[in-house]
């Protein structure tokens, strides 16, 4: 019976400086693009609302959706550059690599935390009016 190896690592340790891995770049790449995406959907957006602006005044509803999917984008673009800094800090490249170390599963939080935000930063609003509402509707 023979067995292959490729010889890289699986699993590092921690904070002995020895290893860096992988997957958390591969996870902080992932947050990159994200932030990027969430920067230019920003702009566009931006961009789109000027011109209805000029049509129509926002209600108080919409002031606060508005609030919100700016909290989310921020938060978003946040995420994705605490990730970056995360892996300058406490990977080093110089030194050989494994698949995965304990580090991995803060990136991947913080790629997880992103995508939501992300999403929640694309949620659309409720319209104004409560008519058609039933009990089981939440506001």
């Not at 932030?35 to 957006?45: D, G, K, N």
């Not at 990730?83 to 490249?93: C, E, K, P, V, Y």
Request: hydrophobic share 50%; proline share 1%; charged share 20%.
């Amino acid at each position: 019976m023979s067995s292959f190896s490729v010889g890289i690592p699986v699993f590092g340790e921690a904070g002995n400086g020895g290893t860096w891995a992988l997957l958390n770049l591969v996870l902080v790449a992932i947050g990159v693009v994200l932030a990027v995406e969430a920067i230019v959907s920003a702009i566009v957006r931006n961009k789109r609302e000027r011109e209805k602006q000029e049509d129509a005044d926002l209600s108080e509803n919409n002031k606060v959706h508005k609030q919100q999917q700016f909290f989310w984008i921020v938060m978003s673009i946040s995420l994705g550059i605490g990730g970056a800094a995360l892996f300058l800090i406490t990977q080093d490249l110089s030194k050989e690599f494994t698949l995965l170390d304990y580090w991995s599963i803060v990136h991947m939080a913080l790629v997880v935390y992103e995508a939501v935000a992300f999403a929640l930063s694309f949620k659309r609003a409720r319209p104004d009016d409560k008519e058609g509402l039933t009990m089981n509707d939440e506001r």
